[in-house]
């Protein structure tokens, strides 16, 4: 090595605060779970308000377990997987109804996914006899009630400029509970008319009777 060749220069002070950094992340990663554990959100409960400019109904509903043909986890597909409520309730936000996806959804990925899994295996023989699940249903209205889903995430999804379509789950569970932590699906959320009129008062719905009472 050449003795004119200039030596490299020891900057202690980087590692210094590449060090704070590190210890700083691991102290604010270190809150939050401390945080989570202090007020963990159990299954049924209603999580912290995440919609901007919109009041979170607090009542809750203990719903029983509905059985259905298929045992559908929404914790596993909504919850751990992250599929967006919207790509399997696609009617919900052009119609009144969110709608049930059709089998032929399902089986985009369940052909090709767990197909040795027993709810999957029923599913299939399904599909290949050209059936669908008889579906149960878990929130129902009477019939002289009338709700728009459409409206609903028009006003505090889709036309909320602090929201983008990723946060759909953060919407429905204003009505429907926070369904990424349930399984099967089930009633959590009253839905009755002291609740909706309170959700209105509180958002800035129409009091108008026939609104909601066709």
Request: proline share 8%.
């Amino acid at each position: 090595m050449s003795a004119d060749r200039p030596q490299h220069k020891s900057f202690p002070w980087i590692r210094t605060f590449i060090g704070a950094a590190v210890l700083g992340a691991l102290i604010v990663l270190g809150a939050q779970v401390f945080e989570n554990q202090l007020h963990p959100v159990k299954a049924g409960e209603t999580p912290p308000p995440r919609v901007p400019g919109a009041v979170f109904p607090t009542d809750t509903f203990d719903g029983k377990d509905v059985q259905q043909p298929i045992n559908y986890s929404h914790k596993l597909h909504a919850g751990d997987l992250g599929i967006n409520c919207l790509y399997c309730h696609t009617y919900a936000r052009r119609s009144r109804v969110a709608g049930i996806p059709p089998t032929a959804k399902c089986m985009g990925c369940h052909t090709v996914v767990a197909e040795d899994k027993p709810e999957i295996q029923k599913l299939t023989a399904m599909w290949k006899k050209g059936e669908s699940p008889a579906w149960n249903k878990v929130n129902d209205l009477p019939d002289f009630v009338h709700f728009s889903h459409e409206r609903h995430l028009q006003k505090f999804l889709l036309n909320n400029e602090d929201m983008n379509i990723k946060d759909s789950p953060d919407v429905c569970a204003m009505c429907h509970g926070d369904m990424n932590t349930v399984g099967v699906a089930k009633k959590m959320k009253p839905l009755t008319m002291g609740f909706c009129v309170t959700c209105h008062e509180k958002n800035n719905g129409p009091a108008d009777c026939t609104r909601c009472h066709k």
